[in-house]
């Protein structure tokens, strides 16, 4: 499966376009790690513990694209866009969305 954030891959040729297709993320923030950022940030440097639970949700954001892709026959998607976003009370969610066209190259 080709996942790209632009719309067409060089030496591919788009056969079929199946849609607008996405992925979400949702994952709740742990007071430790809220605890455990707050010190970092006081101190300086990079809060490692968010910077984790990022990544997993991007990652699981792609998968379920992914997945998505697949379910409609398609062998790529072309124009991903990754959306951040705080959700819940207090901001305490974080919400990861990836969203793209499915497509089918030749």
């Given at each position: 499966?080709?996942?790209?954030?632009?719309?067409s891959i060089e030496g591919h040729t788009i056969k079929q376009y199946h849609g607008v297709i996405s992925g979400e993320a949702i994952i709740g923030a742990n007071l430790f790690k809220?605890?455990?950022a707050s010190i970092t940030d006081l101190v300086g440097g990079r809060s490692g513990s968010y910077e984790r639970v990022l990544r997993e949700a991007k990652q699981n954001a792609m998968q379920e694209l992914e997945y998505n892709a697949r379910a409609l026959g398609a062998n790529a998607?072309?124009?991903?866009?990754?959306?951040?976003?705080?959700?819940?009370?207090?901001?305490?969610?974080?919400?990861v969305t990836a969203?793209?066209?499915a497509v089918t190259f030749e």
């Open positions: 499966m080709l996942l790209s954030t632009t719309n809220d605890i455990f998607v072309v124009g991903i866009d990754l959306d951040y976003e705080t959700i819940g009370q207090s901001s305490s969610m974080l919400m969203s793209g066209t």
